[in-house]
């Protein structure tokens, strides 16, 4: 068994050493395919953490008050809320918290709101409601409340990035097919080349009595090897510009936002197992078309 | 060894052979002659099934290949030797490796092969130029190793289509000589040619071939003095295998 596989990748170097030039090319136009692969990668895994993280909020629905309302007026609606239906639970946030968890998000920045004369920013309440149809419901109720102001609440924000988070989702499938496609033929005729160098071997091999299998082994082992030398750099650059990435970008986004960025190296080993099964299938696939008619004469 | 019966198989419009009926037996040393494109290569295609018959049926030392899916046709091709016209050795490999390659196909082990070749080689007569490559050697020395090749594992049956159709007289004599000597080791023998010379004085069987029709099949004129351990019994025993 061993030997055979020895036999094989032996076979398979030689070829390889002999059509240097072909291999590489295939290569690095296979690493290419997988670099733009990762890129669509990269995006979906974030927007779609984006999507989740904000879905965790769907069931708060921030009611701001008038600017002039008295303290009394603020009670009493709170507790109408509170009695509402479809609601849990109801946190007062006044207008001093407000200014300073904005001053904590803007960070280097806070100074500017040192400035104001007064605070701009009203009471709220965070209501916490049962369910997503329940939060439509109520915020449809409540803005009716005399002394609200207005309500922010996540559904229309949820909605957008599903669709975004979707659309990257059908992009990157689309991609994938093409460039998986495309990659296929380039192993094939790469391997095809191979292949041809050796038809006169092939038929005496067959001759000779040698399986299909016998044959196909080296041919197949180097469009495995092309497939996977190529994830390997594939996934070093993705990870290299990620990481670039996250290290300009991640800071402001975490700022604006409220979310992190997926970490380059919880990433990396995702994209590389994906990779490397991905080079191996390619370089599989490719290898056994590329040799099936000169096995079939 | 090899039986056909009603054999036939057309090409397109194309006879290639035309209700064949042909039985050579363990040991037997045939020729199969007939102008060009009688259906000879068609033949010997057939019994390597690599063409399929349209009718009839073909068996091959006890086994019919008639219905032999595409996996169990390694093993059918492991029991023939096949020589060749133009030998069809790999260029890049030596002498031995050429004869060392076809027992790697069939996964022997290294100390079998090392046993094995040069046994072979010797027996062959090509022994002196083992690390030599084939376009250092004569035509006549080429074949000595294509017909080592074809042997060396233990094929039950030989078949060469001209192998002697690229030789001088006298060479083409001494591997007859030789293909007669592996003959009278139990191996049996088919052998497509065109040479009229060779196959008078030969004396062996010869079925001729006209338009994919078996027009004659003589047994050997002096069959008794070739020693075939096989002539008389009649009875399917393994080849005594050297
Ligand atoms: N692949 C093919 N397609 C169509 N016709 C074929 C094919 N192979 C052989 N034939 C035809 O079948 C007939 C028998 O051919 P075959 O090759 O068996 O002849 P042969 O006896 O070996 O001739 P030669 O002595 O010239 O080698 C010929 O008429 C040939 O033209
Ligand atoms: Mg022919």
């Known amino acids: ?297 | 060894m090899i039986v056909f019966k009603n054999v036939t198989k057309n090409y397109g419009g194309n006879t290639g052979l035309n209700r064949a009926s042909v039985h050579i037996n363990k040991g037997d040393f045939v020729f199969l002659v007939g102008p060009s494109g009688a259906g000879k290569t068609t033949f010997i295609r057939l019994i390597l099934k690599e063409i399929e018959p349209d009718s009839g049926s073909i068996s091959v030392a006890g086994k019919d290949i008639t219905n032999l899916s595409r996996r169990e046709i390694p093993e059918l091709r492991q029991k023939i030797g096949m020589v060749f016209q133009d030998f069809r050795l790999i260029e890049k490999k030596t002498v031995y490796e050429n004869v060392a390659f076809a027992m790697e196909v069939l996964h022997r082990s290294k100390k079998e092969i090392r046993e094995r070749v040069p046994y072979v080689l010797d027996l062959v007569d090509i022994a002196d130029k083992a690390d030599r490559y084939p376009h250092e050697l004569s035509a006549g020395e080429q074949q000595r190793v294509g017909i080592a090749r074809a042997i060396v594992n233990r094929p039950r049956v030989l078949i060469a289509d001209e192998p002697t159709g690229n030789l001088d007289p006298v060479t083409a004599m001494e591997i007859m000589a030789l293909l007669e000597k592996i003959n009278v080791r139990g191996t049996t023998i088919l052998m497509v040619t065109h040479a009229k010379d060779i196959v008078d004085q030969m004396h062996k069987r010869v079925v001729a071939i006209e338009h994919g029709q078996i027009v004659r099949d003589e047994e050997g004129k002096y069959g008794f003095e070739t020693v075939n351990p096989y002539y008389f019994s009649g009875e399917e025993v393994d080849p005594y295998v050297f």
């Open chain 1, 1 to 297: 068994m061993f030997s055979r596989l020895g036999y094989s990748i032996k076979q398979s170097f030689s070829q390889m050493g002999r059509n240097k030039g072909m291999y590489f090319t295939s290569v690095l136009a296979i690493t290419a395919m997988m670099l733009i692969l990762g890129l669509f990668f990269v995006a979906f895994v974030n927007v779609d953490l984006f999507a989740k993280t904000i879905q965790q909020n769907y069931n708060v629905v921030q009611v701001y008050m008038e600017n002039d309302n008295t303290d009394k007026l603020t009670e009493e609606i709170g507790k109408q809320i509170k009695a509402m239906d479809g609601v849990d639970n109801v946190e007062m946030v006044t207008s001093e918290e407000a200014l300073q968890t904005l001053k904590k998000r803007w960070g280097d920045n806070a100074y500017l709101l040192d400035n104001l004369q007064e605070n701009p920013l009203p009471d709220s309440y965070s209501v916490y409601v049962t369910d997503e149809a329940a939060a439509a419901a109520f915020a449809k109720n409540v803005v009716t409340i005399k002394g609200v102001n207005d309500i922010t609440y996540y559904q229309e924000t949820i909605d957008k990035l599903a669709k975004i988070s979707r659309f990257i989702e059908v992009a990157s499938l689309v991609t994938m097919i093409f460039l998986i496609i495309i990659s296929i033929v380039i192993v094939a005729n790469t391997i095809k080349l191979t292949v041809m160098n050796r038809e006169k071997e092939i038929s005496i091999m067959k001759y000779l009595g040698a399986t299909d299998w016998f044959i196909r082994g080296p041919f197949i082992l180097g469009g495995v090897f092309i497939g996977l030398f190529s994830s390997a750099v594939a996934s070093g650059l993705v990870y290299l510009i990620y990481e670039k990435l996250v290290d300009i970008l991640g800071g402001d986004i975490a700022r604006i936002l409220s979310v992190t960025l997926v970490p380059a190296n919880y990433l990396i080993i995702n994209l590389l197992i994906i990779f490397a099964s991905l080079g191996v299938g390619i370089g599989v696939v490719g290898s056994i078309i590329s040799i099936r008619r000169f096995l079939q004469k």
